[in-house]
């Protein structure tokens, strides 16, 4: 049984860990979309807040990272998976790499912040909105370490292959190398 190349697996890992990361964004935006609702709608019975409606801060920067997470993870399945080499800077390897590094921090400040708020809610799991708080804060680690995964992985890719300005695909690789190699 034949072994991959180096750059088709690396093409296909980032393939699908984009595609991870949309679903991984889109669920985040979705749970911090609801706790958002929720708080800025509150009834005035509701024990939360003595029922006065107000936002989580840290629920709002985890909603705008998962729509900037998700419209990335788009761009790039989009990117990699049609081998697109035209859009200047926006499919550069340098360029992900930078917006990686960007979303890494975001999330990794969202995911922290909501851990420290809301890490241990099992007091109050017979609540949805402590159900809900547990999952947003999974959701923001595992966005993160997807981010991680592929920050690492397009970093490694780009060294070894000084790759830096490169389109982002990778498909490039076998095209240099030439017929036979």
């Known amino acids: 049984m034949a072994i991959l190349p180096f750059s088709l697996r690396v093409y296909l890992a980032r393939k699908w860990l984009y595609i991870a990361l949309l679903l991984f964004s889109g669920t985040l935006v979705g749970l911090t979309g609801f706790r958002l609702r929720y708080t800025l709608h509150l009834p005035p019975t509701d024990p939360l807040n003595d029922g006065k409606p107000f936002y989580d801060r840290i629920a709002a920067e985890l909603f705008a990272t998962g729509i900037f997470a998700f419209f990335w993870a788009a761009h790039m399945v989009h990117t990699i998976s049609r081998a697109v080499e035209r859009g200047g800077f926006l499919v550069r390897i340098a360029f992900e790499l930078f ?83």
């Open 99 to 181: 917006f990686l590094g960007v979303l890494w921090v975001l999330y990794l400040v969202g995911a922290a912040v909501s851990t420290h708020l809301w890490g241990d809610l099992s007091f109050c799991w017979q609540f949805e909105a402590c159900r809900l708080l547990t999952a947003l804060v999974a959701f923001a680690w595992i966005g993160w370490i997807t981010i991680s995964v592929l920050y690492l992985n397009t970093f490694i890719f780009a060294f070894t292959r000084k790759a830096w300005t490169k389109p982002s695909h990778g498909l490039w690789v076998d095209r240099e190398k030439g017929p036979g190699a």
